[in-house]
């Protein structure tokens, strides 16, 4: 069975300051995993996948994740933060066993940007 | 424009009523979701169609119904028998379910509220 951790409900950073998002996977097989945001009342949106192609991934508006295998971990950082990343955020790990493509989310990263 | 399409954007149920959510995609994907949202708990998958007329539950399909008629189409049908209806409601798709994370990844539709009054 396969199941996300994220560390923090909630992160409060100030513009221009670097994020961290913490997210610990755990899957009996080669993981895909992903990072979304959502902001309020709206669908998802990719921000960055991992497919086993390379550890460090770069996704949009400046944010990236690395995959560390040893540790299990899938964090997402941004180097500066702006106030457009006020969002929620949710790391998925990919299961394709037995049939069917199914995500298991993480409970998600309320992240605060404040002046 | 492709994407996914969901209506309405917010829906209104009175206790005992069957209500029924659209879920409309233009992406040529073969696959569909239904996820509801709860505050706290992330997303959690109702039921999923991997091809057309073919359907499987989720972890909390209880209370939902489903069906594949079209390929580009996947109405998520909420049923009195669902005793705590009020959430919100995402659809997805994905170009497939293979073993390559090009097919899947999902892509999400805006999301229905549902509330009960």
């Known amino acids: 069975a396969q199941s996300v951790t994220q560390l923090d409900s909630h992160v409060s950073v100030s513009e221009g300051t670097p994020v961290l998002l913490r997210c610990n996977y755990s899957s009996s097989y080669s993981p895909s995993l992903f990072w979304y945001v959502q902001h309020p009342n709206k669908g998802l949106q990719l921000l960055l996948k991992y497919t086993s192609a390379a550890t460090l991934v770069k996704g949009i508006n400046g944010f990236e994740a690395e995959f560390k295998k040893s540790e299990t971990s899938f964090h997402l950082t941004k180097p500066s933060a702006h106030m457009s990343d006020a969002a929620e955020y949710f790391c998925v790990v990919s299961d394709l066993t037995g049939g069917g493509n199914k995500l298991t989310f993480g409970t998600g990263t309320q992240l605060k940007v404040e002046l | 424009d492709g994407g996914i399409t969901q209506s309405p954007k917010y829906l209104f149920r009175k206790e005992g009523q069957n209500v029924t959510l659209s879920c409309e995609q233009n992406?040529?994907?073969?696959?569909m979701y239904w996820y509801r949202q709860d505050p706290g708990q992330g997303l959690r998958l109702i039921y999923y169609?991997?091809?057309?007329?073919?359907?499987q539950k989720g972890d909390i399909a209880e209370g939902y119904s489903v069906s594949r008629e079209k390929k580009e189409s996947f109405p998520l049908t909420v049923t009195s028998a669902q005793k705590n209806p009020t959430a919100f409601y995402l659809c997805a798709s994905s170009p497939g379910t293979s073993g390559s994370a090009q097919y899947n990844e999902q892509f999400f539709g805006p999301g229905t509220r549902l509330t009960v009054l």
């Open positions: 169609s991997q091809i057309v007329n073919d359907f």
């Open positions: 992406l040529n994907h073969d696959a």
